[in-house]
């Protein structure tokens, strides 16, 4: 079964702190890995998209890493701002054109990243 | 350039009604997929269109429906509503294949009672 399990569930960190979010992933075949950033209330926005060619992509100061051999990748967030604050979301899809793979996004559960001053 | 857009922002609906959602994918997608999330399970893959025609299904029962027009507006309906059907659900429209960028609407919050 296609699973996607993130770490940690929750983080507490002072504002101007570097993180690192972890994301575990089974999906195979595998197309892409991508990460998104979910304020309360409103629909998740992409940070990074990654191919298993990919191993590092970076928007602003976040910076994803992707191990296709593990099926691991990271996201680390540096000189983390109080409008981190957010749901991160790791999202893996499958690779529809090898055998019985298909178009589906696995989600996993996010990791919930609070910035305090 | 207009982004995703979801009616209605907010729905309260009784048990046993049945609710179409509306998402009006960026002008020049044609794909569009939805999504429902609940604090317990996260974002779960429902259904999936492109040009028309349903590319992939996921796990839901066949209470929970969908389709896209010529003009790759989607709806997706449920009928039989349970109180379990209470969520967030979310349209996400691409491009095209499936390495494009995907862009979230805000979501449609349905509350079953």
């Known amino acids: 079964k296609n699973q996607v399990e993130q770490s940690p569930q929750s983080l507490i960190i002072l504002e101007g702190k570097n993180c690192t979010l972890q994301c575990n992933y089974t999906v195979s075949p595998f197309s892409n890995l991508r990460w998104y950033k979910q304020d309360t209330g409103r629909g998740p926005v992409s940070l990074t998209i990654?191919?298993?060619?990919?191993n590092t992509k970076s928007n602003g100061r976040y910076t994803a890493t992707l191990d296709a051999d593990t099926k691991q990748s990271s996201l680390h967030i540096t000189a983390s701002q109080l409008s981190d604050s957010a749901s991160y979301i790791c999202v893996v899809r499958g690779n529809p054109y090898s055998g019985a793979g298909s178009y589906q996004l696995t989600f996993g559960k996010g990791t919930k990243l609070s910035v305090i001053p | 350039k207009a982004g995703v857009t979801q009616t209605p922002r907010y729905l309260i609906k009784t048990r046993g009604q049945q609710v179409t959602l509306s998402c009006s994918p960026i002008?020049?997608?044609?794909?569009v997929s939805w999504y429902q999330q609940t604090p317990g399970q996260g974002l779960q893959f429902l259904f999936e269109?492109?040009?028309?025609?349903?590319?992939n299904k996921g796990n839901f029962p066949g209470r929970f429906s969908g389709r896209q027009f010529s003009n790759s507006r989607s709806e997706m309906n449920v009928s039989t509503l349970e109180l379990g059907d209470s969520a967030l659900y979310l349209c996400a429209s691409s491009l095209r294949d499936v390495n494009t960028e995907a862009f979230f609407g805000q979501g449609t919050r349905l509350t079953v009672v």
């Open positions: 002008s020049g997608h044609r794909s």
């Open positions: 990654m191919t298993f060619s990919e």
């Open positions: 269109y492109f040009s028309e025609t349903q590319r």
